[in-house]
């Protein structure tokens, strides 16, 4: 059975931080491409920050430069460090884990976190 995780959500003042916290179990994780997503109830669900295939990363462009996405393949986990938050990152934030193969492909997701930031 295949579990994610996450950890780490919370309320915090504009300008502050919170470190994400993701662990899976169940699947191959190094063999995943780990990601975090968010959504707001008016919006659909929206990447946050990925490792990709081939060891690159994207980040979305309102994040870049405050959010850090790292992974510890020994632990099974996918951090997320959010610096410099704003009250536009408010959100429930989902891990992600997925692995295309060649007719389908392996997508999971966790429960999600809140995230609320105050102005």
């Known amino acids: 059975q295949v579990q994610l995780v996450e950890s780490g959500g919370g309320l915090v003042q504009t300008g502050g931080s919170l470190r994400l916290s993701c662990v899976a179990s169940g699947i191959s994780f190094r063999a995943f491409d780990m990601g975090w997503f968010r959504q707001t109830p008016e919006k659909q669900r929206d990447l946050v920050a990925r490792f990709n295939s081939g060891g690159t990363i994207n980040y979305a462009e309102t994040v870049k430069g405050r959010f850090t996405i790292s992974r510890d393949d020994a632990k099974n986990t996918v951090y997320l460090q959010m610096n410099n938050l704003k009250p536009e990152d408010t959100a429930v934030y989902y891990c992600?884990?997925?692995?295309?193969?060649?007719?389908?492909?392996?997508?999971?997701w966790g429960q999600g976190t809140q995230v609320t930031v105050s102005s």
């Open positions: 992600n884990a997925y692995r295309g193969r060649v007719l389908y492909a392996d997508d999971y």
